[in-house]
């Protein structure tokens, strides 16, 4: 698995602070980019980045996008990605493009005593599969018969505030194990392009409480709290 920044807003927190600054300052948003592009001008930036967050006045911080490309995901990772439908998503088409024959397998799985019987079974799917397309059955029907966890390339795209929220669930201990490993690297990316906006990023408990409550996962009890957002803090 591999987690890339394509792209992203240039200057993202200025351009946050230039959006906030529309709503409750004179000036036109061109006039507020001259000005507070101004080297003086930069930790009253970041003052309105802790402002917004810690207020939770997040719609000027829509402004701010970022592009992904998350490459040798499973499909299970696809399907749960996409729950978040504030989010544009191109994923490598299984109609028009043959399966690559790549599989994730689960850590607990390789450790176990399933591991050999389970890359038989893979392999003798995606051997039928290549069956299928080689006599002539159409791609996007053969593929039916593929494994959620064979590997795809997905391109996503986030406003900052969605990031947030994601980050918020998807980081939690109880997500998922590959979402989560997902979600950390695309952490680690904005952390260095929009380090304010992002400093308390992290799974819903960076709010001081644990929402899942006796669901709680029990490495988040040894851990604690405050250890827990240290380290999302940290996370570079």
Known sequence: MKVSLLSYTPNPELIVSVAARTSFKEGTPMETLEKMSRPENAESVKKDMKDLIRHNHLSPVEHATFTFSLEGVSR?????????????????????????GDFIIPEKIRNSSFFEEYGKKLNEIFGFYEQL???GIPKEDARYIIPQSAKTNIVVTMNARELLHFFSLRLCNRAQWELRDVATEMLKLVK????????NAGPSCMKGFC???DLMNEECRKMGIPNIQKKFRELK
């Open 133 to 135: 397309v080689n006599a």
């Open 211 to 213: 929402p899942e409550g």
């Open 76 to 100: 299970v990772t696809e399907i749960q990605l996409v729950r978040h439908r504030i989010a544009s998503y191109t994923i490598r088409s299984g109609r028009f493009l043959k399966n690559s």
């Open 192 to 199: 260095n392009v929009a380090p304010t906006i992002f400093e």
